[in-house]
């Protein structure tokens, strides 16, 4: 009850300070039932496994990379993710999906023709993510960054 009463105030000291007092009537339009409000839980959105939260360090060209990923997501989601980072770097205005790849590797000093190959392509992600999500549940470090990246863009 003391929770739901300090986030009306809060909700009303925010409403003060920009100018615009909530309406009188409006605290006694909704019956406050106390029992409900007391026992109540609060719903807390559901979320993957923490472990599949991973962070991804490496290199595009010489420039570093860093990137956060969610592998219990789709392989769409994990694009998305590419994106971001490749925006935040400004080089997000010409992603040519079909013709970039990640190369991931559990060592950072592990080369590169060791390296797992994930095409961007948005068919041959989708159709391969459950292989990509098994090697990097495989391969990953338990401690950040979980995996070193290199970012290939195929000549064509």
């Not at 592990?110 to 391969?128: F, H, M």
Request: glycine share 8%; aromatic share 6%; charged share 30%.
């Amino acid at each position: 009850m003391q929770r739901a009463l300090g986030l009306v105030g809060a909700m009303q000291e925010l409403q003060r300070t920009r100018g615009s007092e909530p309406p009188v009537h409006a605290a006694a339009s909704v019956p406050a039932k106390q029992s409900q409000q007391s026992d109540a839980p609060i719903p807390i959105p559901s979320q993957g496994d923490p472990n599949d939260e991973l962070e991804i360090e490496g290199y595009w060209g010489r420039m570093p990379i860093s990137m956060s990923v969610d592998i219990s997501g789709s392989g769409e989601q994990f694009f998305q993710a590419f994106q971001c980072m490749a925006i935040d770097r400004k080089r997000g205005d010409n992603l040519d999906r079909p013709r970039l790849a990640i190369l991931l590797r559990a060592d950072e000093e592990g080369p590169e023709e060791e390296a797992y190959r994930v095409s961007l392509d948005q068919g041959a992600l989708e159709k391969r993510w459950k292989m990509v999500v098994r090697w990097i549940r495989k391969n990953k470090n338990s401690e950040e960054p979980h995996l070193y990246a290199t970012v290939d863009f195929a000549d064509g």
